[in-house]
């Protein structure tokens, strides 16, 4: 058991375990890596899944439980955080998808809203499961649930994983 705790992988001042449950499902770490803007550490980023894969397109269709954990390596207000998430789900999705997705997105910018500033070391999870459907937690606190269906996490997956991801080195590191 103390095995599985242990980090597989250090990213900036983050580790990430090699396994990870949420909701009784072992999810496993696929890649790691860390966001940067302008030589400025932002987010040390972790993608599990049931199944390891290195496409992208895969990964954002896969069925099942999913987690993508974001550690800060940095203080980053609300209004930025918030921000960069439109940013990422805008440069990855067509209008058709937003207007469809409209109230969901909609209920995910309330959550991220409700989380305010984050600090350097905050961890924020955007997970995905039968259960919960799309949620947020941070620092372990669930934060919003059933915030949306599966096409709204497929969504939030492309802002790292889509054809336009937020960081280019950051999707390569996530799908290793």
């Known amino acids: 058991m103390a095995g599985s705790a242990m980090a597989a992988v250090q990213v900036g001042s983050s580790q990430f375990a090699d396994k990870l449950t949420k909701e009784g ?3 496993v770490l696929n890649g790691a890596g860390l966001r940067e803007i302008f030589f400025v550490d ?10 390891k894969s290195n496409d992208a397109n895969t990964v954002i269709e896969m069925s099942g439980p999913k987690s993508v954990r974001l550690v800060l390596e940095r203080d980053v207000d609300a209004a930025d955080f918030v921000d960069a998430l439109k ?10 998808e937003r207007e469809k997705l409209k109230s969901e997105l909609q209920s995910l910018v309330e959550v991220m809203n409700l989380i305010g500033d984050v600090k350097k070391g905050d961890r924020v ?3 995905f499961s039968d ?15 059933k915030i949306g269906g599966l096409k709204l996490y497929q ?5 790292w994983l889509g054809a336009k991801p937020i960081d280019t080195k950051l999707k390569v590191d996530l799908l290793k």
């Open 42 to 51: 932002v987010y040390s980023a972790g993608l599990y899944l049931t199944q």
């Open 131 to 145: 259960k919960r459907s799309t949620s947020v937690s941070v620092n372990g606190k669930l934060i919003g649930e």
């Open 125 to 127: 999870d955007f997970d």
């Open 155 to 159: 969504a939030v997956l492309k802002i």
């Open 25 to 27: 499902t072992e999810l």
């Open 87 to 96: 940013d990422g789900i805008s440069d990855n999705t067509t209008e058709i």
